[in-house]
């Protein structure tokens, strides 16, 4: 089974950084693209960064030139580098795997997308 674990986010100020990483355990052969949305309350989730496992990046127009995503293909692992924060920025942030190809008790499956459980980030201004 594929489990997500995010580390990284707390409280920062506004103007400050902090770093997300997130790494993908279990039994697999390939993840297509990894990434970070997040949530605000009354909002609805949204995409913050995602990699493809070619290195292909696409950010959100809000984070574009201050969040930097990369990837480590051979460890499953995804980290979100997080600059010149804003209040705006406070959010529950989830890592994803998507297209992940694994074994799962034997048997192989592919395509599926994977969530972690979730890292709060708070922004103060």
């Known amino acids: 089974q594929v489990q997500l674990v995010e580390s990284g986010g707390g409280l920062a100020q506004a103007g400050g950084s902090l770093r997300l990483s997130c790494l993908a355990s279990?039994?697999?052969?390939?993840?297509?693209?990894m990434g970070w949305y997040r949530q605000a309350p009354g909002k609805q989730r949204e995409l913050v960064a995602s990699?493809?496992?070619?290195?292909?990046?696409n950010y959100g127009d809000s984070v574009k030139g201050r969040f930097t995503i990369s990837r480590d293909n051979a460890k499953n692992t995804v980290v979100l580098q997080m600059n010149s924060l804003k209040p705006e920025d406070t959010a529950v942030y989830y890592c994803?795997?998507?297209?992940?190809?694994?074994?799962?008790?034997?048997?192989?499956?592919?395509?599926?997308?994977?969530w972690g459980q979730g890292t709060q980030v708070t922004v103060s201004s």
């Open positions: 994803a795997a998507e297209g992940t190809t694994a074994y799962d008790s034997g048997t192989l499956y592919r395509g599926d997308d994977y």
């Open positions: 279990g039994t697999i052969l390939g993840i297509d693209a």
């Open positions: 990699i493809t496992s070619t290195g292909v990046t």
